[in-house]
């Protein structure tokens, strides 16, 4: 796939992106969130629109992002979505600005309740909220057009520049993913900002590769289901060449988020769950670190869900 790759960016400041528009990258890199979260300042008639805060206790991100901002005014704070890498600032530079607080009407996250809750077409500020869960059940893209009419999307971590997106049930649906692809496949933006990594052009190439690589893996899914029931820590692992315990973990999940996906659609059916997991499968001693805060899914849930067991109808 078409992926882009950058230098580490610097650290501290505001990078110009476009007019009107700069990013300031947390220091949270890791395989999950590439050189880091990207914190977006858009200025505006009234003041700056920022898109999300920002990994949790993370002060020194929120004091970057305020220093940033200098003596304009935050007016608005937006949420893609309510993952950790995203949401977990959004208290801080809250109470250090005053902003409310825009996000999906139904969050995510246990105890969150944005000040605007967004519905899928809701606009603000010259921003347009997409609803486009998949990666997560909450998730908004924010559609906005530069002074020169090009209109870009900031696409969160449902399309990112440099890696495919988690799909982590339950907060992660494979279906809905395939629908959201389907309905930014059918825009026409012409450059996506996204949540990790930097600016994608010509986005719709790499959106219609993410749909074809995601329809080619169930392809192969439905092949060794045809062959034999499967576990799921088995089939990621026959299916994964991974070797970090994180992206083992990661796939596995998007392995459950595919046969739920042909359960859902009457193609597979789940059977009772395994009790002993596969010699190579990863071990989860403690919280699975980067794959608990991209998903939103518990330790426990996920030992329970790597053991669980499909077959075709």
């Not at 007016?75 to 999906?104: C, N, S």
Request: hydrophobic fraction near 40%; charge should be negative; include cysteine.
């Amino acid at each position: 796939m078409s992926f882009l790759q950058e230098p580490e960016p610097q650290r501290g400041v505001a990078l110009d992106v476009l007019p009107g528009i700069r990013r300031v990258v947390a220091r949270n890199p890791s395989v999950m969130t590439y050189q880091g979260t990207n914190t977006y300042l858009i200025d505006g008639e009234d003041g700056l629109t920022v898109i999300d805060p920002g990994p949790k206790k993370d002060a020194q991100h929120v004091a970057e992002i305020l220093a940033a901002a200098g003596s304009v005014p935050v007016k608005r704070i937006f949420l893609t979505h309510t993952h950790t890498d995203h949401w977990g600032a959004t208290a801080e530079l809250q109470a250090a600005t005053g902003a409310p607080v825009f996000a999906y009407k139904v969050s995510a996250r246990e105890g969150f309740t944005p000040d605007v809750k967004l519905e899928d077409g809701d606009a603000t500020a010259g921003f347009t909220a997409l609803h486009t869960p998949g990666h997560a059940a909450d998730h908004l893209c924010f559609e906005y057009r530069l002074k020169d009419g090009r209109k870009i999307l900031f696409s969160g971590d449902h399309v990112m520049s440099w890696s495919s997106s988690i799909v982590s049930p339950p907060d992660g649906d494979m279906l809905d993913y395939y629908r959201s692809l389907g309905l930014l496949l059918a825009r026409d933006d012409e450059l996506y900002l996204s949540g990790h990594g930097p600016l994608l052009p010509e986005p719709r190439k790499l959106v219609a590769q993410l749909l074809s690589h995601r329809q080619h893996r169930e392809g192969t899914i439905l092949a060794e289901l045809r062959a034999q029931e499967w576990g799921v820590a088995e089939l990621a692992i026959r299916l994964y060449n991974k070797t970090d315990p994180f992206l083992k973990i990661a796939a596995q999940r998007n392995v459950l988020a595919h046969l739920l996906k042909l359960k859902a659609e009457g193609i597979a059916q789940e059977l009772a769950p395994g009790t002993v997991l596969p010699e190579d499968a990863p071990v989860m001693v403690g919280p699975p670190g980067d794959v608990q805060g991209e998903s939103g899914g518990l330790m426990e849930q996920m030992r329970q869900d790597a053991l669980r067991r499909f077959g075709l109808l």
